[in-house]
């Protein structure tokens, strides 16, 4: 149920940090299958997925889905107490899916007012990287490898946000 049902950008965000199953088997695991019931299972998973019972609009706060006091490693690994890496790990997630969650907006937006006014995608992408994305340039500082890592870190995620908003269409 969670995993077509996500808000677009938490998904979005989750497959771009390549966490998306893991994260799925977290919350199945420390949210929904504690549950015996079906019913109940059901109305958790619409609680994590931020719909409310009265009808009210849906509220998703992504780092509410992780049970940082019961973290787990993977399916058959439960941790007591979580390790500094793994803790770290799921920061960082949480942390990229919230930059998607306040600034893919914001670049969909200007990618969808470029292709109305008839730009190609070398442009689009262009303009995004320039407006959006320049925070992750190289710096002069940067030596020539981490330089080409930098360029090749934001030409990917470039072409990443525009394929899921050519999908999106």
């Keep these: 149920m969670l995993r077509d049902r996500l808000p677009k950008l938490v998904d979005f965000g989750l497959k771009w940090v390549k966490a998306k199953e893991e994260w799925l088997n977290h919350v199945y695991h420390n949210f929904?299958?504690?549950?015996?019931?079906?019913?109940e299972r059901l109305a958790e998973s619409r609680r994590v997925l931020g719909y409310k019972e009265n009808g009210q609009p849906r509220e998703f706060i992504f780092a509410d889905t992780?049970?940082?006091?019961?973290?787990?490693k993977d399916d058959s690994i439960e941790l007591k107490d979580a390790t500094p890496e793994h803790v770290k790990y799921w920061e960082n997630v949480v942390n990229s899916v919230s930059w998607f969650q306040k600034i893919v907006p914001l670049i969909e937006d200007?990618?969808?007012?470029?292709?109305?006014?008839g730009a190609d995608l070398i442009d689009i992408?262009?303009?995004?990287?320039?407006?959006?994305?320049?925070?992750?340039?190289?710096t002069t500082?940067?030596?020539a490898k981490e330089r080409a890592r930098k360029n090749a870190y934001v030409n990917k995620l470039a072409d990443y946000l525009i394929d899921c908003f050519e999908n999106l269409n």
Excluded: C, H
């Design 110 to 117: 200007e990618y969808k007012i470029s292709k109305m006014k």
């Design 141 to 143: 500082e940067d030596d």
């Design 66 to 72: 992780i049970d940082w006091g019961n973290l787990i």
């Design 125 to 138: 992408k262009r303009t995004i990287m320039l407006n959006w994305l320049s925070d992750y340039f190289p």
């Design 32 to 39: 929904i299958w504690v549950y015996a019931s079906k019913k």
